[in-house]
């Protein structure tokens, strides 16, 4: 399984989640977006990879506890995969009829586990995720969505869950991919003074000085001046006063960590600086992108539909030419009298006909074309 030496971060990500690990109670939400449907005109979007990250972070809980019981609520095994040198510590509880979300979560607040982890945050379970960590639970959840820091604890209330129990959030942990630069056509570039003035003064702890990159061209990258994607994060860890949790800086923000990873020449430091109008471009890209295929969807919903009532009309029409079959076959076997079998024909015609139907059907070819018994008899 993957762990946090499997991939390029930087430095201060080992520090903090550490940091994080050692806490005994309180919600951690991971997040990121991890669209199910991504515009053609992404520009270098890619997953967050929040899942891993995810469950890097469940087995370094579980780690710093080594004996410690976790619980993990969950529709699907798949959504967390447990290790298997934590087996034994680690139970699965099913969301699954008659078991809701809220009644699994409320289960393993009476057990009362060392670790309780939810595989998504929602409306039905970000009230009960904050409820058990009120309790001094250790909660791990994750969360998907674009926001990062203080504007998940925003997020957390639009799920509508109460302010009172914001306290119980103590990390958010956000993870992005951005797309990097190509290695082979990459050129010096040279920022702005202004911009590096900003960039200072946002940012006055970090050195700025070095040689920047932007993006060249080449086949192999297909002119675009990206190859691959690296692991951005923001780190936030709320304070102990809940009001100042919403408008509270992280410890590591993500635009100071793409700003890191500018200046080692991972990525343009055109990146830090459009950040938040590509972040919002983006955003708009992925909703837009989704209501099209949801229209889409619908669409050949509706298709399908017609089809099977289509083919359901037809279905009912033969069942019910089959049936009159039937009973005219049994009549010509019962019945010796012509006017007797005559009558019937009519009366079998008179049941099966169908609104607007055509003059010439299958009982037209069966039947006389007058019912002499319906007229008073056959003529003289």
Known sequence: ???????????????????????????VVVAG???????????????????A??????????AARQQGRAVVVSESRDAVRIPHQLKRQIEWA??????????????????RPDLLVIDRLDEGTATAALEAAHLKL??????DTVFSGAGVARHLLDLGAPRGLLEGLRWVVTVQRVATLCQRCKQPDQPDPARLEDLRCRYPSLPLEGTYFRAGGCA???????????????FFRAADDPAALLDQPSLLPLEEYI?????????????VIGFERNQLRRTYSLLTASERALAEANAALQRKLAQLEAANQVLQQRTEALISLQDIGHTLVTLTGLDELASRVCRTRATYAAPNEP????????????????VGGAPS
């Open 359 to 374: 003059s010439s059907t299958f009982y037209d070819l069966i039947a006389p074309p007058r019912c002499w018994p319906c």
């Open 220 to 234: 192999v990258c297909r002119g675009s001046g990206r190859e691959g994607n690296v692991a951005a994060f923001d």
């Open 53 to 62: 990250i995810f469950r890097i972070l469940m087995r370094q809980i579980m």
């Open 33 to 51: 977006l991890d669209p199910l449907v991504t515009p053609a005109d992404a520009n270098g979007f890619a997953p967050s990879g929040r899942a």
């Open 94 to 111: 099913a969301v699954e009829p008659p078991f809701s979300y809220a009644g699994r979560i409320a289960q393993a607040m009476v057990r």
């Open 138 to 143: 250790r909660v791990l959840a994750q969360l």
């Open 259 to 271: 700003l890191q990873l500018a200046a080692l020449g991972h990525v343009p430091l055109d990146d």
């Open 1 to 27: 399984m993957l762990d946090l030496k499997d991939f390029y971060h930087l430095p201060q990500v080992d520090t903090l989640v550490e940091q994080l690990a050692s806490e005994s109670s309180g919600l």
